[in-house]
């Protein structure tokens, strides 16, 4: 039994004898919420009627979290009232699901194989070591992570691939339209992402507090949860990786015998690479994002709750329930942001109509940080604490509108570094390259420092509250800060692969030109949306790695019954983990790079073996065999994600095993933050490259089909890669190494 001062539980329900035995018991330390307004309301019209109940915080969670997902129902049904335009966009579309859908289910299939495999690995390794009720906790926690990151990166793309269609028709009536349509139908896929992480981790912690003490649920049920954010972290992983190395495999090789070849237009239908490119948008940046997000989400929710019970004796369970009250209300805060975003007319750019919104949506987190912290962190035996804890929550809500600040001026159009690698373009292909690298490089300056700020002003403000271990706590508040938009942050994601195949299916049924300029106007935001994203995901990642590094150093410290832990780098097998973990970096990103290459070269032959045996096909009278090089790009993505995605998992165990717990520590943290660089690097450089490309196609500097034009493109095809696939799948990395580490704690002692 872990010994560690963190956990908590309440029950969702007690019934009128369960809580006339325990009220003597739970009365100091009850997290129940005794509203004198709700007491008298339920005495006299609810116990009557229905049944004696009452609402405890888990239960708040629970409730905001279902209504959330009620809502979804709701908005789904709106944006699925929307009239799905022509035949011929009917067509376009339904080869896209079709495309999307066998590719998820061939993917899952593949990971479900592993995961049932490492749920079984898991129990056996606590077995053998006389823990077999933590191993069957911790096996169980890992299979419902598992599951639900995979029904949230399912759900995902089921929404987009039918929004992408009704963006594309809207867009014939107006670009508002189109505009509020794309991002409803990704709000869906935010709101889903947040409510089911929450309700994942409200469930399971219940589940796992049965029959325990509230005592023993706090020395036990933090750290068993862990076992959740795992499972999410590994399927996300593959998810991610898998998705990323198709999108990008298709999208390289439909450009580069599409548009540097023959020198026809992105999405031209007499590309037999075009459907698999539009698949690609959803199974990469839908299915494989959502699973990503979702799991970050739960990660750090879990990081946060197993800091907060370092603070049980100041703050009884709020203190653990308080990560997920906040971001509950967070939650609320987001979708009555989303709500607000419209164009105020048809010539605003959208990316100002959803900054407006984020602004509402940020000032609505912070007036319920205000209050939620006051309500659940307010102690006579420190009063001002609470003030000081809300201060550092501030600064993670201030901290991502940074973030989010700093992604859109190295990947928005409208300034210095995109216009910088366009005006090299004028040069050709080599000064385009040069110029991007450059800008990734530069761009990882300020969020390390803004995000190094936000951890050494979290840490203090959490000291200054007087509470012992408050300086940590202090951090996973501000944690909790920046993952207070998340929802909102998640819908601007998903928006940019719905407007993506948007534009694709107006161009491929042959829309007017007027409907392509708003869908080529909306693809652009998108594409800062999507950095945007990476950016914040990023950012969370490195405070929530800290706070679950943290985490492992408590964990070994209750197992090894000692004070405290130091890690020393001048000890060589500790410098040497710590070598290996920069190396896992490199060796990961040079794996899915390759990956998507490798993938592409296929295309790209199959693509020519297609144009030289159909001469038909460039003069209109052959039809392209789509489904041919979907196939290809299924097998290739599939294949290739699986020697990246085990490389992580045996290398973290193998350092842990064999260099043992320190050698371990130093590999975390050494990983985690070559990581952040890494992504920040690869998230940056490619979605400037891009919307480069974007800026000169929209006539700038010569134009599409000019020289500078195809230098862009050359920079597009490169930063594909490490953008979309290297990038976000270095976010889930970063998590699953903590999660990992965190499971197996009891291997590496």
Known sequence: ???GSQGGIVLLIRCRGRQSRLATREKAESPFLDFEFFKVFSKTFINPFIFPIKMNLLSIVIVISVLALLFVVWLTRQVLRKDTGTPAMQEVSDAIKEGAWAFVKRQYLTIGIYTLILAVIIFAVYAFLGKTDLGWRTSVAFLFGAVS???????SMLIAVRANIRTASAAKRSLNEAFVTALRGGAVAGIIIVSMS?????LIYYFFSLGLSVEAAAKQVPFLIVGYGFGASFVALFAQLGGGIYTKAADVGSDLVGKVEKGIPEDDPRNPAVIADLVGDNVGDCAGRGADLFESTAAENIGAMILGVALYPFFGLSGVMFPMVVRAFGLI????GIMTVKLKNENENPMRALNRSYGYTAILAAIAFFFTTKWLLYTAKAPNAWLWFFFAGVVGIVTSTLIVLITMYYTESD?????????????GHATNIITGFAVGLESTALPVIVLSGALLLSFKLGSLS??????????AIATMGMLATAAFVLAMDTFGPITD???GIAQMSKAPEAVRKRTDKLDAVGNTTKAITKGYAVGSAALAAFLLFTAYLDDVKAYLKVDTITIDLSKVHVFVGAFIGAMLIFIFSSLAIKAVGDAAHSIVNEVRRQWKTKKGIMTGKEKPDYARVVDICVKASLKKMILPGLLVVATT???GMLLKYEAAAAFLMVATITGILMALFFNNAGGAWDNAKKYIEDGNLGGKGSEAHKAAVTGDTVGDPTKDTAGPSLHVLIKLLSTITLVLVPLFL
């Open 415 to 427: 300034y210095r570094p995109v216009k910088s690698i366009a005006k090299a373009s004028l040069t």
């Open 1 to 3: 039994m872990r010994t």
């Open 466 to 475: 007087g509470v012992a271990h408050g300086g940590f706590y202090g951090t």
């Open 149 to 155: 990151s995979a029904v949230a990166g399912i759900v």
């Open 501 to 503: 195949n948007a534009g």
């Open 333 to 336: 805060a987001s979708i009555i």
């Open 198 to 202: 929450l309700l994942g981790v409200s």
């Open 653 to 655: 165990v193998a350092v």
